[in-house]
């Protein structure tokens, strides 16, 4: 087994500790007015920013740094449409035949129905995929390792770019999601994490009055 080659740390930049309280504050600050939206509007949006928020998603960690993730950007009407209607096509079965009345009950207060006009009117669609495994140029089959948190974690990185940048967008994620390998053309190695909805609101976006848990519901911390 080779020897790992290392070298120096050069990016880390230390700030004082009043400098950090700040970043981290203003931080959160910002991404507490994130709100994920239903409602776009169709204007354009500069292909460079979304290149640059794809640059901060592939700067997560990932397991064996095998950067098990592809992003495919959508932006031609015609390849909307049909992902419009396969995933309309899914929704429609999991509204009427395949969700339990808890998760139909949960889903009540966010106004969410079988309607999916928005994967049309939004200028991108971020279509996340997870690659399961490698395949090589001798058609070897060699494992990725943690891949659904290391494409969360990307994915993560990507909504907060996108928000930073300011945009906003919309995680959606129709089930089963097979039918996008098939319109995108994707090979066998990867399966649909997930569909990121990517503009500018409506004028008239409205968004539910819902709110997030606070610090001590979501943190314990051992001395």
Same mark, same amino acid.
């Given at each position: 087994?080779?020897?790992?080659?290392?070298?120096?740390?050069?990016?880390?930049?230390?700030?004082?500790?009043?400098?950090?309280?700040?970043?981290?504050?203003?931080?959160? +600050?910002?991404?507490?007015?994130?709100?994920?939206?239903?409602?776009?509007?169709?204007?354009?949006?500069?292909?460079?920013?979304?290149?640059?928020?794809?640059?901060?998603?592939?700067?997560?960690?990932?397991? +064996?740094? $095998?950067?098990?993730?592809?992003?495919?950007?959508?932006?031609?009407?015609?390849?909307?449409?049909?992902?419009?209607?396969?995933?309309?096509?899914?929704?429609?079965?999991?509204?009427?035949?395949?969700?339990?009345?808890?998760?139909?009950?949960?889903?009540?207060?966010?106004?969410?129905?079988?309607?999916? +006009?928005?994967?049309?009117?939004?200028?991108?669609?971020?279509?996340?995929?997870?690659?399961?495994?490698?395949?090589?140029?001798?058609?070897?089959?060699?494992?990725?390792?943690?891949?659904?948190?290391?494409?969360?974690?990307?994915?993560?990185?990507?909504?907060?770019? $996108?928000?930073?940048?300011? $945009?906003?967008?919309?995680?959606?994620?129709?089930?089963?999601?097979?039918?996008?390998?098939?319109?995108?053309?994707?090979?066998?190695?990867?399966?649909?994490? $997930?569909?990121?909805?990517?503009?500018?609101?409506?004028?008239? +976006?409205?968004?539910?009055?819902?709110?997030?848990?606070?610090?001590?519901?979501?943190?314990?911390?051992?001395?």
């Amino acid at each position: 087994m080779n020897s790992p080659k290392l070298v120096p740390l050069t990016t880390y930049r230390e700030y004082l500790p009043i400098e950090m309280a700040r970043r981290a504050a203003d931080f959160s +600050a910002e991404m507490r007015q994130r709100r994920s939206v239903r409602s776009f509007s169709p204007r354009p949006v500069p292909r460079a920013i979304i290149e640059d928020c794809l640059r901060a998603a592939a700067s997560a960690p990932s397991g +064996a740094n $095998l950067q098990p993730w592809h992003f495919v950007v959508v932006s031609d009407p015609q390849f909307k449409r049909q992902i419009r209607e396969g995933a309309e096509k899914e929704e429609r079965e999991f509204y009427e035949h395949r969700a339990t009345k808890e998760w139909l009950a949960d889903l009540a207060p966010l106004g969410t129905d079988a309607n999916k +006009a928005f994967l049309e009117i939004a200028p991108f669609l971020i279509v996340v995929f997870a690659q399961n495994y490698r395949v090589m140029p001798d058609d070897r089959k060699l494992a990725n390792y943690y891949v659904t948190e290391s494409v969360g974690i990307a994915t993560g990185i990507l909504i907060a770019a $996108l928000h930073h940048a300011g $945009l906003v967008c919309l995680t959606h994620k129709p089930s089963p999601m097979g039918f996008l390998n098939e319109i995108l053309k994707r090979p066998g190695n990867e399966r649909p994490f $997930l569909v990121l909805v990517v503009g500018y609101p409506a004028e008239d +976006a409205v968004v539910p009055e819902i709110g997030k848990k606070g610090l001590q519901e979501i943190t314990t911390w051992i001395p």
